[in-house]
């Protein structure tokens, strides 16, 4: 039975993957063959320069790690000073953070785009940045909310006393300390950033040309060779954040209480 | 007080009030810590006292007084203008960060760099008796290694003052000792004012030059740990010490005072002046004897014994008087040992009950 279930699980894990790579090598291939019928590395090679999936693959990055660093920047003096909050007002802040993390994209991306238009953004690589960073925030300012709740907040004490500024001790103890959680959560917003599709498309109104879309428009058009050589592209990034998450965890020692 | 190196400042508390937990509050406190001198602040539990080394830190504020190092009024100056280092109960070391550098930290953040940093940090580590831990990550360190390099970091900037907070509460015996150790060589080191607050009478005794006993938000009394353990000044210290067993007393016509105890000379040590006729005569254990109940002698049951590591002590329940009291006394030699129901005699050493008023009187600083 167990045997069974770890098949089912290698299956439906590996087996979409598994298949996306088959199809980027593949030619022609049609039902009911088990695998293409002839191979070709057509759709790996990339234009220098002028190829839409290393240009959409350029602006899923920027976008992505912007998006991290904006949301770290926002988030952490957001957790921070939401954490010292209690009862009610801590509840409620909590809620308004999280609002944004449960909205569905396409709704949140419709609201945003009234206001992003109106800022005369819509259809911009700076709206999209604006639009991946609500939720971005919102999932940060929850995983920073929690650490600082953690956060062992005599060891800032202890480092006034011994004489450092409040600025000394953020930059010397505070956020050193907190490297292993800012490195997680930059790997976060960057996968919030990354994944987005429908904000993407709904604020970048099909300028903004990240790599989802772009896989998106070659499935539509029936380009499958380009668009599983994209979606694996969009699959990379993920599968590193999960290995370094896996490695941060097993490696992070912090005043946290 | 110890005669010890003393570069360091004298610390002055005026007035002192402040507010914490449930609307309690510390009020008009006054203390003064002179510079190479060990004050150890004692009192119950939630009488303030990590409130009042905190707000003395500058890490909460009061809301009058003045707290004052040397000649600099420091009250209003945030922590790290002080030159005040406040210490954790548990060690607080700084995990990203070595032994070296943290015991350098506190001379990083003033900007001082090189060998001058290295000659500092191996000094502090050296008196800590911890010189070849300097390259060690905090976690590889041991519990008493954790509070010496506490300890080392508070002294490497030589601050005026030492705050510490419960230092030697929650450790074993044997850290207790090497804790206690550390603290009395970080003092000599240069001879900062160093205040301590605990709970613990045995550590006041051991740590203290002069012990300030906390209650109800003022200073009940303050004294060397020699005079406060003998002569509580009020019922509520000698009540709080728990060194102190009491025994209701009235003075007689003739000042002296008759007590289930037998009738205590006028000279008998009063702690404070007394202004009633109902009294309590405090007595302790050390000062009470069961032996062969004599005619003389008041005279009791023995009930029960109780074991403590200084010896195994008997409780009596006395014959006479109105009301059943039971007292626990010394038994002088083993070979004396009563056993249960034994009726034994009880033998008062004059030089050691207390008379105070029945009614405590307030506490005054």
């Not at chain 1, 103890?173 to 994944?195: C, D, K, M, N, Y």
């Not at chain 2, 937990?21 to 002179?34: E, H, M, P, Q, W």
């Not at chain 2, 040590?269 to 007595?283: C, E, I």
Request: proline fraction near 6%; charged fraction near 15%; charge should be positive.
């Amino acid at each position: 039975m167990r045997a069974v279930l770890l098949v089912l699980l290698a299956f439906t894990s590996a087996g979409p993957l598994l298949l996306l790579v088959v199809q980027s090598l593949g030619g022609s291939w049609f039902f009911p063959a088990l695998l293409p019928m002839d191979w070709s590395l057509d759709a790996w090679r990339f234009r220098a320069g002028g190829d839409a999936i290393l240009r959409a693959l350029g602006t899923s990055l920027a976008l992505a790690v912007t998006t991290a660093i904006l949301a770290c920047a926002v988030a952490i003096p957001l957790g921070r000073s939401l954490a010292r909050l209690r009862g009610w007002p801590r509840h409620l802040a909590a809620a308004a953070a999280f609002l944004p993390v449960a909205a569905p994209p396409l709704a949140l991306g419709t609201g945003l785009q009234v206001v992003l238009l109106g800022l005369g953004l819509g259809g911009s690589l700076a709206g999209v940045l604006l639009a991946h960073s609500v939720p971005a925030i919102g999932y940060l300012t929850l995983l920073f909310l929690g650490t600082f709740t953690l956060f062992d907040a005599r060891v800032e004490d202890e480092s006034r006393t011994l004489g450092a500024t409040r600025a000394q001790t953020w930059l010397r103890v505070t956020l050193p300390l907190l490297r292993p959680q800012i490195a997680e959560a930059l790997i976060v917003g960057f996968l919030v950033s990354w994944t987005q599709f429908a904000l993407t498309l709904v604020v970048g109104g099909g300028e903004v040309r990240a790599l989802p879309i772009e896989v998106f428009a070659y499935v539509r058009s029936g380009q499958d060779q380009r668009a599983a050589v994209g979606a694996l592209l969009l699959v990379i990034p993920p599968a590193a954040a999960f290995v370094a998450l896996r490695w941060a965890a097993r490696r992070t020692v912090v005043a946290l209480s | 007080m110890a005669s010890r190196p003393a570069s360091g400042h004298a610390l002055h508390l005026h007035g002192v009030s402040l507010q914490f937990g449930d609307g309690r509050g510390i009020t008009g406190l006054s203390l003064s810590v002179a510079a190479g001198e060990r004050v150890v602040v004692l009192g119950p539990s939630g009488a303030g006292k990590t409130s009042l080394l905190r707000a003395v830190a500058g890490l909460t504020s009061i809301d009058s007084g003045s707290v004052r190092l040397g000649t600099v009024d420091v009250t209003h100056l945030p922590p790290e203008r002080r030159d005040i280092v406040y210490l954790h109960q548990s060690p607080v070391l700084f995990s990203h960060l070595s032994v070296d550098e943290n015991v350098a930290f506190p001379l990083r953040v003033r900007g001082e760099r090189g060998q001058a940093v290295h000659a500092r940090v191996s000094a502090a580590l050296s008196a800590m008796r911890i010189g070849e831990l300097g390259a060690r990550a905090t976690h590889t360190l041991s519990g008493g290694q954790r509070h010496r390099v506490a300890l080392a970091r508070a002294i490497a900037g030589r601050p005026g003052a030492l705050l510490l907070d419960e230092p030697l509460s929650a450790l074993d015996p044997t850290l207790r000792h090497e804790v206690r150790e550390a603290i009395v060589a970080a003092q000599e080191e240069y001879g900062p004012a160093m205040m301590l607050v605990t709970h613990d009478l045995d550590d006041a005794g051991r740590l203290a030059d002069r012990v300030a006993v906390l209650l109800d938000g003022r200073i009940a009394q303050v004294s060397t740990p020699a005079q406060l353990f003998a002569r509580p000044a009020t019922l509520a210290v000698a009540r709080f010490l728990g060194l102190y067993q009491e025994v209701p007393g009235r003075i007689r016509a003739d000042g002296a005072v008759a007590s289930p105890l037998g009738v205590l000379a006028a000279d008998a040590l009063y702690a404070t002046p007394l202004v009633a006729a109902q009294v309590v005569v405090a007595v302790r254990v050390e000062g009470l004897y069961v032996g062969p109940p004599a005619e003389e002698a008041v005279t009791g049951t023995v009930v029960a014994f109780r074991h403590r590591p200084g010896g195994t002590t008997a409780v009596v329940r006395l014959a006479s008087g109105d009301q059943a009291l039971e007292l626990e006394a010394t038994i002088p030699s083993r070979d004396a040992s009563p056993s249960i129901g034994d009726v034994v005699g009880l033998t008062l050493d004059p030089r050691t009950p207390l008379v105070f008023p029945a009614a405590a009187p307030s506490c005054s600083t």
